[in-house]
């Protein structure tokens, strides 16, 4: 059974920064695409970040500059460092797997940007 589970989220006041973590279970790491999606109140589930098996990485304009996603492929764990962050950064974000034609979700974490 394929897992994903995000942790990290929270409260946090503009500029300030977090690093979510998402921990992957029961598939072979190394070989998933992973990504970071995130959905804010009334808006639909948009791209923030992804990272391929092979390391190429993508990212979402409105992010470009401020976070960045990486892996560890020793701890089956995909990070999002997010810096600089901006009230409409403020979402619940979701990790994503693809393998293959599989994609698989985590159950998400809130991030609240707020003073």
């Known amino acids: 059974q394929v897992q994903l589970v995000e942790s990290g989220g929270g409260l946090v006041q503009p500029g300030g920064s977090l690093r979510l973590s998402c921990a992957v279970s029961?598939?072979?790491?190394?070989?998933?695409?992973m990504g970071w999606y995130r959905q804010g109140p009334g808006k639909d589930r948009e791209l923030v970040a992804t990272?391929?098996?092979?390391?190429?990485?993508t990212y979402a304009d409105s992010v470009k500059g401020r976070f960045t996603i990486s892996r560890d492929n020793s701890k089956n764990t995909v990070y999002l460092q997010m810096n600089s962050l901006k009230p409409e950064d403020t979402a619940v974000y979701y990790c994503?797997?693809?393998?293959?034609?599989?994609?698989?979700w985590g159950q998400g974490t809130q991030v609240t940007v707020s003073s």
């Open positions: 990272i391929r098996s092979g390391s190429y990485l």
């Open positions: 994503s797997g693809t393998r293959s034609t599989r994609t698989y």
């Open positions: 029961g598939i072979a790491f190394s070989g998933v695409d």
